[in-house]
């Protein structure tokens, strides 16, 4: 950008508030990329149904959702052991691509025990919230 008016004069004033509303349009159009974390194993008809709720509810919340258990379940079968750590190891990789990391519902599985240590150690905002989406303080 320019310092500098049509004459080529130093105009600071017209550049700043040009930068102000750059700024201000990028905030509005920022999205963070948040990590759905929620059960997935055991009754898994209801758990996907459950994350895809979520899934909708973080877009509507202005954020980009990361469902890595509505994926790989697609190719990765889940009752074979070193298959389900595979998806398991995959999405962690995901995790830290991600900006925040979303818990949704009481029950903590081991698989999302670990997602929500990684998010800790790697200082990620970490959101609780119920099955009905609402947030936990």
């Keep these: 950008m320019s310092y500098k008016n049509v004459e080529g004069y130093p105009d600071p004033t017209a550049s700043a508030a040009i930068a102000s509303v750059t700024r201000e349009e990028k905030s509005k159009a920022y ?4 990590y759905i974390c929620s059960p997935f194993s055991g009754d898994i008809k209801t758990n996907t149904e459950n994350a ?18 509505l994926h790989y379940p697609s190719f990765i079968r889940e009752d074979d052991p070193a298959e ?8 962690l990789v995901l995790l830290g691509k991600c900006d925040e990391l ?36």
């Design 84 to 91: 389900r750590e595979l998806g398991l190891f995959f999405g």
């Design 52 to 69: 895809k709720r979520y899934c909708r509810f973080a877009v509507y919340s202005n954020a980009i959702p990361l469902a890595p258990h």
């Design 31 to 34: 999205r963070p990329l948040v």
């Design 102 to 137: 979303w818990v949704f519902g009481e029950t903590v599985s081991t698989g999302m025990k670990a997602e929500i240590e990684k998010a800790k150690r790697k200082n990620m905002v970490v959101r609780s919230f119920t099955t009905e989406c609402e947030e936990v303080l």
